[in-house]
């Protein structure tokens, strides 16, 4: 087993909430005492081991406590109850460029945030070839940064960070800055840490990124440390607790929960099932089945049903229309009925999904009745487990070749 | 590697990320301050120059006050005597507002990077404290012509011991202060109007000798408050230099001196008790 690079040892953190918007000496006077203010805990007892020579995901949903944590390992916060110890030395990247002034040369911006990133000077002149080199600021290195692009403003900042080569490098959400070019040579310049035995933390919404990029994981949740270990487990884990938090509403609320018809046909409600049974969520690879009940107010000929399945982001993944197969149905009779769509082996991989759904009738311009985003349910790790994007398509690897 | 430890304090600067940081924020400071003008650093001297114009103008043509004799140099005129005060009181003045604001103007800096924070009011200092020591340098080349003697330039290494109890006194202040901003935002107007109290109490515009008028007309030891002020001493010793060309009295040396202590202390013991918890204040 290797030994630990950051240990966390019991950690309280708690903010003050203020409830006098502005603190001054003069209300504290005339008060007497100091402001009210309420306690908030960001970070409850957490305990916490990263291994040296390990990346290691920080997981959890805006306000979990897991920039908190950071900022804590960082030194930039100090917690009211435990203690975070670290071996070798730590640099973070919370924000690249932070502390570039705009009206210095480029070349004296990267001795001044070399120096605020706890280079010294030897260092940085040892490095500073290398920085400009990579940031491809090229000549403009003589000139103020405040005529830098914001591509170039970030590049040079990423390459001072980058080049600072601590033993732990804490680096929250700044994986995405740059070109495409750009971005290949970070990847490049994080694989070459890693090579070298440096313990990489990292804090990011980007659970796919994070997937392949993290050798181990922790997720938090209001404060608490909920899970840790190999990635690929806690990012499923997290993955699958986090989609479970969003309700049905919710999810249905974000986007427009739509309803138009004539009103000869109402759609009630629909239903996910699997095994014969009704769920909230399903595996990938499971055999499901989408059940619209619906009522019929006036007698409907040649009806037409339709369903699609739309990810939490707003795009239809599917549509299917009985039409599509030629299928057709007697007509409707005033009543309620339901009708089912079978989707062997689900071929979606984890997320939240907001069903569609739609009645019509052969010949008529107008839909009958349509809903959107009328229920939600979410798809859970399975089988086949690939990596990114929201379709599985039982791909294989094969025939490796060499020279 | 021999060849390196020749120069230890250079070594140290080189080697040592903490004194580099230092010395870069300083520079960040005093390259930033004029890059954007034209006239650059003769900005400086232009502001100081107003000053001691207009007090001059009021205090010793309207108000015809009657300026001290300077004790070697035998000087004897309103505006080098006022311009001898007024720019050891800029340092002072200047000093503690811009080291006030030390840690509040970085918010985005101390909430994004972790360095020993007292390195931000002090590196605002020190920046400031170069630009004092042009000022002091015009000054005393002015006050050598105007006194007609190079003899100013005999007692101009008294100004180092000076200028480092002053630089240690405004640093202790602007630690203090600093943190007190970041819980309390009003100390920067309440400090505003402080300071413009505490220039009249320095003596810097109207003579000693008017002061003890006042004292014998009203029966109050207005020069015994006078002498407790840090402000009043540190100004007379610079008067002390360039106006008298003599050097300062013990007992002022030792007033510098307890005064550069105790702020000194007091500054980087609050400093130290509350600085690690700022971040989330600001």
């Keep these: 087993m290797t030994s630990a690079a950051i240990v966390v040892n019991d950690v309280s953190k708690s903010f003050r909430i203020y409830r006098d918007r502005q603190r001054s000496l003069k209300a504290t006077v005339i008060k007497g005492g100091r402001a009210r203010y309420d306690e908030f805990w960001a970070l409850r007892d957490v305990d916490l081991e990263i291994h040296q020579g390990k990346t290691f995901g920080l997981l959890g949903n ?339 070749a060499q020279g | 590697m021999a060849s390196e430890g020749a120069v230890p304090w250079r070594d140290a600067l080189v080697k040592n990320p903490t004194l580099n940081l230092l010395a870069n924020l300083t520079l960040r400071e005093v390259k930033g301050q004029y890059k954007k003008s034209v006239l650059g650093r003769l900005w400086s001297l232009l502001n100081p120059l107003a000053n001691i114009a207009v007090y001059s103008l009021v205090f010793g043509i309207l108000v015809r006050a009657e300026p001290p004799v300077g004790t070697n140099s035998g000087l004897k005129s309103f505006a080098l005597w006022v311009a001898c005060g007024i720019i050891p009181w800029g340092f002072l003045a200047t000093g503690t507002s811009i080291g006030r604001g030390a840690l509040t103007d970085n918010a985005g800096l101390l909430t994004k990077v972790y360095f020993p924070r007292f390195v931000l009011p002090t590196s605002s200092i020190f920046a400031l404290a170069s630009t004092f020591v042009t000022e002091l340098a015009a000054l005393t080349l002015f006050m050598g012509l105007a006194g007609g003697s190079p003899r100013v330039l005999l007692r101009l290494p008294v100004l180092v011991p000076v200028l480092l109890l002053n630089v240690a006194f405004v640093l202790g202040l602007s630690l203090l202060l600093s943190i007190g901003m970041v819980y309390f935002g009003d100390i920067q107007h309440i400090w505003g109007i402080f300071l413009q109290l505490w220039l009249y109490a320095s003596g810097i515009v109207l003579p000693l000798s008017y002061v003890q008028q006042a004292q014998d007309k009203f029966h109050f030891p207005f020069v015994a408050i006078f002498q407790l002020n840090p402000g009043f001493q540190f100004v007379e010793a610079y008067r002390n230099v360039l106006y008298d060309f003599a050097v300062p009295p013990l007992q002022r040396w030792l007033i510098m001196l307890a005064w550069a202590i105790v702020a000194l202390g007091i500054g980087a013991l609050v400093f130290r008790k509350f600085s690690a918890r700022i971040v989330e204040e600001l």
């Design chain 1, 62 to 400: 805006n306000g979990s406590g897991k920039s908190t944590l950071l900022k804590c390992m960082a030194r930039i916060l100090q917690p009211n109850k435990g203690s975070i110890t670290h071996v070798g030395r730590m640099a973070a990247m919370l924000e690249v460029g932070s502390g570039f002034h705009p009206e210095l040369s480029g070349r004296d911006n990267v001795y001044l945030n070399g120096a605020i990133l706890g280079m010294s000077k030897a260092e940085i002149d040892r490095k500073f070839d290398s920085i400009v080199d990579f940031s491809g600021v090229g000549e403009f290195i003589d000139q103020p940064v405040k005529n830098y692009s914001s591509g170039m403003y970030v590049r040079l900042g990423f390459a001072v960070s980058i080049h600072v080569e601590p033993d732990v490098l804490l680096v929250d959400e700044v994986l995405a800055v740059g070109d495409m070019a750009f971005q290949e040579k970070c990847t490049q310049k994080f694989a070459d840490l890693r090579r070298e035995g440096r313990t990489v933390v990292v804090v990011s919404h980007a659970i796919d990124q994070m997937r392949t990029f993290c050798d181990e994981a922790a997720w938090l949740r209001k404060g608490q440390l909920m899970g840790v270990g190999r990635a690929q487990d806690v990012i499923d884990e997290y993955a699958d607790q986090a989609h479970d938090t969003i309700s049905p509403e919710d999810a249905a609320a974000e986007h427009v929960k739509g309803h138009v018809g004539s009103g000869e046909v109402t759609i009630d409600r629909f239903e996910v099932r699997t095994n014969g049974q009704e769920v909230d969520h399903v595996r990938t690879g499971d055999d499901v089945t989408i059940r619209m009940h619906f009522t019929c107010h006036k007698p409907l000929e040649k009806p037409v049903f339709g369903f699609e399945i739309e990810h939490e982001t707003g795009f239809v993944v599917w549509g299917h229309t009985s039409t599509d197969g030629d299928f057709s149905f007697p007509n409707l009779v005033p009543g309620r009925g339901s009708v089912d769509v079978v989707i062997p082996r689900m071929p979606l991989r984890p997320g939240v999904f907001a069903i569609n759904g739609g009645v019509a009738a052969v010949g008529r311009v107008r839909g009958v009745e349509q809903v959107r985003r009328a229920h939600s349910f979410s798809v859970r790790r399975g089988e086949p487990a690939e990596t990114a994007g929201v379709a599985v398509m039982h791909s294989r690897f094969e025939n490796l």
